[in-house]
């Protein structure tokens, strides 16, 4: 079989320059030293490349805490920055180390501290680069050493330390990093580096397809090139149908005339219908994240009192099942509470 076609689209189509990344623009903006230009109209692509062609040895990477949700591109992007930056010298001034790799005190004293302290020649202005992706994986012990050697070679060295909960990360390392935050991506920016790939990979889509994989994934590109590659493998066509089947989420439609049900204060039909859902075997989480998902843009919901209203209640719920109350009963008791607010809007507890 060829090779390319068992590639995973997240590493075949990982970004290359910081034009492949999608989202998140102001924010990779504040890597830069330089304050590289207010287009944000233009598209992320023009940006950078104008970028780069003005500001080409301006890329810097300050000490920095990269926090965000996976799969929105922070390990991509720092590479991208590190290549764009560093250009020939990326193989010799950037040590990267992940969760793969041991990540105690000894490594610290030995691999960090080492590379901190040798000589490698760099771009001038540029400095050797340090990654620890996943950085929150670190233990105490190894940040605490690393505090120390991040101040010390601070003239020479700088970090970056991707995770994705910065209160990890002890406070003496974040009170000497600059904290960027990275956020979910918006659905157009899913679709934009969707609509790249199925394009290369020449692969067959309907609309109401890609809609589906945004909706699934969620503002994670991962998830959304992966649902992307297992749908086209295994139908060769991604449609709406095709994706719910690979996914295996609850279908929306279904949760849809769940909601609809509890919107008319159907109570039965609602329990009746989430019931099947639950027989399936989708536990508690799965069902209350899709219907949280629906609620928020349902236009059958038509104040946007009753949608805060339905959210409220789905967080409550949402709050009670991560606390071990995952019985289907919680799950009718929901439903009754909607149906309720259905029949008195103002009946809030
Ligand atoms: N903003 C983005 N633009 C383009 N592709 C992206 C973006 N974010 C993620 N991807 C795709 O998803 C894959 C995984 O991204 P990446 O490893 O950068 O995520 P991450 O934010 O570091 O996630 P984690 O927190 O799980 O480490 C990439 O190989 C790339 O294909
Ligand atoms: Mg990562």
């Known amino acids: 079989m060829d090779d390319q076609f068992e590639r995973p689209y997240v590493e075949k189509y990982r970004p290359e320059t910081l034009e ?5 623009f102001i924010i990779l903006k504040s890597f830069f030293r330089q304050q590289v ?20 040895c301006k890329f810097q990477v300050r000490l920095t805490i990269i926090q965000g949700p996976p799969g929105t591109g ?31 005190i000894d490594v610290v004293r030995d691999k960090i501290k080492g590379f901190a302290h040798q000589k490698v020649t760099v771009p ?22 690393l505090r120390m050697i991040m101040t010390e070679y601070s003239s020479t060295t700088r970090f970056a330390i991707a995770c994705n ?11 000497r990093c600059a904290i960027v935050r990275f ?21 067959e889509h309907t609309n109401d397809g890609i809609e589906a994989l945004v909706f699934t994934a969620d503002g994670d590109m991962r998830y959304a090139l992966n649902n992307l590659q297992a749908t086209f493998a295994g139908f060769s066509m991604v449609n709406k149908e095709n994706v719910f089947k690979v996914c295996d989420q ?7 005339n769940v909601l609809k049900a509890c919107l008319t204060a159907k109570f039965s039909e609602a329990c009746a219908l989430i019931d099947t859902v639950f027989t399936q075997g989708y536990n508690l989480i799965d069902i209350i994240n899709t219907l949280t998902k629906i609620m928020q843009t349902m236009s059958e919901i038509k104040s946007e009192e009753m949608r805060l209203n339905y959210l409220r209640e789905a967080s409550i719920i949402k709050m009670k099942t991560l606390e071990g109350n995952n019985s289907q009963l ?12 259905s029949v008195q809007p103002n009946k809030v507890k």
């Not at 909960?165 to 009170?175: C, L, T, V």
């Not at 919680?330 to 149906?339: D, E, I, V």
């Open 124 to 145: 001038t202005g540029m400095h050797k680069l340090i990654i620890l992706d996943e950085g929150d994986a670190m233990t105490e012990s190894a940040q605490q050493a």
């Open 37 to 56: 230009c207010n287009r944000l109209t233009q598209s992320n692509c023009e940006v950078w490349k104008y970028a780069e062609s003005h500001f080409s």
């Open 183 to 203: 956020t979910k991506l918006s659905d157009e920016e899913v679709v934009e580096r969707l609509q790249v790939v199925m394009e290369r990979e020449n692969i």
């Open 74 to 104: 922070k390990t991509s992007s720092v590479m991208c920055m590190a290549r764009q930056m560093l250009k020939d010298c990326v193989k010799t001034a950037v040590l990267e180390l992940n969760a793969s790799d041991d990540r105690g």
């Open 250 to 256: 609850p279908h929306p439609e279904l949760m849809g």
């Open 165 to 175: 909960d910065s209160a990890k990360i002890i406070e003496p390392i974040q009170s």
């Open 20 to 24: 492949d990344v999608v989202g998140n």
């Open 330 to 341: 919680q799950l009718h008791g929901f439903l009754a509470n909607l149906c309720q607010l």
